[in-house]
């Protein structure tokens, strides 16, 4: 595929799924201007690097691959953690809407660690395969399959001290 072609396939996916992209960028900014700029961010650095591409069919999970060290570049920058916010999984107003009844289950994600918090975010939030996941995050699949099964663990653990504490 010629590098023409792999920019305008990119570009079709970033439209087609930049709602997704958002929110992932929101589930670690926790704010809608850095989420923003993380997904400008990315989308710079994919057609800067659209010559390293070994596998056009493998876009998607690359350029989620791209959101997530963006992100994570991001955090880094500041150096701390941001304080969970009612509204961390908002989406712009075009975007199609979730709803999350359980705020416990949400806070708990929101406290994960980032290696577990990404893999639940991939899994459950934007319908990642667990082979998916590997690819975007570049780990064994087995590494992946564990690392979901603890972040159940402890997300069972938040979710049941969350609800002992608040009543």
Not at 22 to 51: C, F, G, P, T, W
Not at 71 to 85: I, N, Q
């Amino acid at each position: 595929m010629k590098n023409k072609d792999i920019r305008q396939s990119l570009t079709v996916l970033i439209t087609e799924h930049k709602e997704s992209y958002y929110r992932l960028a929101y589930s670690y900014a926790k704010n809608e201007q850095d989420a923003l700029d993380i997904v400008q961010e990315s989308i710079h650095k994919a057609l800067l690097s659209l010559d390293k591409i070994k596998d056009p069919n493998a876009l998607k999970s690359w350029f989620y691959k791209i959101v997530v060290h963006t992100s994570l570049d991001l955090l880094r920058k500041r150096k701390r953690l941001v304080p969970t916010e009612d509204n961390q999984f908002d989406t712009s107003e075009n975007a199609k809407t979730d709803h999350y009844e359980d705020w416990d289950l949400r806070r708990a994600i929101d406290e994960l660690p980032h290696k577990y918090k990404t893999i639940i975010i991939l899994r459950y939030f934007e319908d990642f395969k667990i082979d998916e996941i590997a690819e975007v995050l570049d780990e064994k699949v087995s590494t992946v399959k564990t690392r979901l099964y603890k972040a159940h663990k402890m997300l069972r653990l938040k979710v049941k001290n969350l609800e002992v504490t608040n009543g």
